[in-house]
């Protein structure tokens, strides 16, 4: 693709409408929705900069429908994507951790067709203690074989081999910007000096080997049999092992240094912690176009189809090796 980047350097805009001419069928529509996302995601960036000093810190005192604790910027990440989307005019159904319905968006030109999924601040419990905390969305098309009578949530509980695009945004040392629109991942860091995500590497590959695996141990005694005796075999092949907490960190990390990243089911978790629908399919779907795996245990995440909006699974993402082994152990039992 030839370019014309200006001053050298190519934003996440101009990249967007580039890939969408990859997809002939696209429209315009596409690339105004995904920009209505990383403009959200500077707005928030700006907050979780400046939390300390600008009284967002701490919780709201009231719980979500995850029954969590909300934190401030919780509530301040997910009104500012819902704003950011809401005046998109493409958008028809947005899905948030944080909102116990799907939530429809109307306006004066109907409603839009597309459905964008999101956790708006993954790893808030992080946020008091200034580690790395993310933004995560996947985005559907409406279903064409749902009546306007049936409710959003038919449109909403779809796989996530049905996703047009995933991402996230690590706010971390840096704010980076992952996305794909299914050809492979392309990551962003935020400029501050000129406010724009700068392409940084295009095509990000996941290393097909990683000797680190990510888990909360703590949880070990709870872990199917498979998987302690992975993490025994790990031990003995010199792994190293690295836990940050927060999703979106310990993804970001995987993907571009390789290792597994595991959340099993626990006595605390039984059916695992992560969200099926706007935690673990975008990430699924990210690992998969670098090179990547992610299942359940049992059966790719991508595959599964979704019964409710807040389905949780357990989730095994990584390197292609990496999960493959952790199933031996698996399958062993
Ligand atoms: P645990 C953060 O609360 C989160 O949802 C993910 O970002 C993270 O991977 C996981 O929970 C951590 O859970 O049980 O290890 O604290």
């Known amino acids: ?19 969408q001419r990859n997809h002939p069928t696209a429209t315009g529509q596409f690339s105004w929705l995904l920009s209505g996302i990383t403009l959200a995601t500077k707005i928030i960036e700006s ?8 009284n967002v810190l701490g919780e709201t005192g009231e719980s979500n429908v995850q029954g969590e604790l909300v934190q401030k910027l919780d509530m301040i990440a997910n009104e500012t994507i819902v704003r950011c989307l809401g005046y998109r005019g493409n958008i028809g159904i947005l899905v948030s951790e944080e909102e116990d319905e799907p939530r429809i968006v109307k306006n004066s030109s109907g409603s839009g067709n597309y459905i964008v999924l999101f956790d708006p601040l993954d790893g808030s419990s992080n946020i008091d203690v200034n ?14 074989d749902v009546w306007p009578s049936d409710g959003p949530e038919k449109h909403v509980l779809q796989p996530g081999i049905r996703q047009l695009a995933a991402g996230y945004v690590v706010y971390g040392s840096s704010t980076v910007l992952a996305y794909t629109t299914g050809d492979g991942v392309h990551m962003f860091t935020l400029n501050p000096d000129i406010g724009a995500f700068v392409l940084h590497q295009e095509s990000v590959r996941m290393p097909d080997v990683g000797k680190t695996y990510s888990i909360n141990e703590a949880y070990r005694a709870s872990f199917p049999k498979g998987i302690q ?6 031990k003995t092949d010199n792994y190293s092992q690295r836990y940050i ?9 995987t993907l571009l240094r390789g290792g597994v990243f595991l959340y099993p089911p626990t006595k605390k978790s039984p059916e695992g912690k992560l969200r099926l629908l706007y935690e673990a399919n975008p990430m699924a779907f990210l ?6 795996a992610a299942t359940d245990g049992q059966h790719r995440i991508m595959e599964k189809n979704p019964q409710h909006m807040h389905e949780r699974t357990p989730l095994i993402i990584g390197s ?3 999960v493959e082994r952790v199933h031996e152990f698996l399958e062993k039992g």
């Open 1 to 19: 693709m030839e370019r014309h980047p200006v001053h050298g350097l190519v934003t996440v805009a101009q990249h967007i409408i580039e890939q």
């Open 47 to 54: 907050y979780v900069r400046r939390a300390g000093i600008t």
């Open 131 to 144: 580690v790395s905390i993310g933004t995560i969305f996947s985005i559907l098309h409406k279903r064409e």
């Open 229 to 234: 005796d992975y993490l025994e075999w790990a």
């Open 245 to 253: 907490g927060s999703l979106v960190a310990d993804f970001h990390r």
């Open 287 to 292: 690992a998969e176009q670098a090179g990547g």
């Open 320 to 322: 292609k090796s990496e």
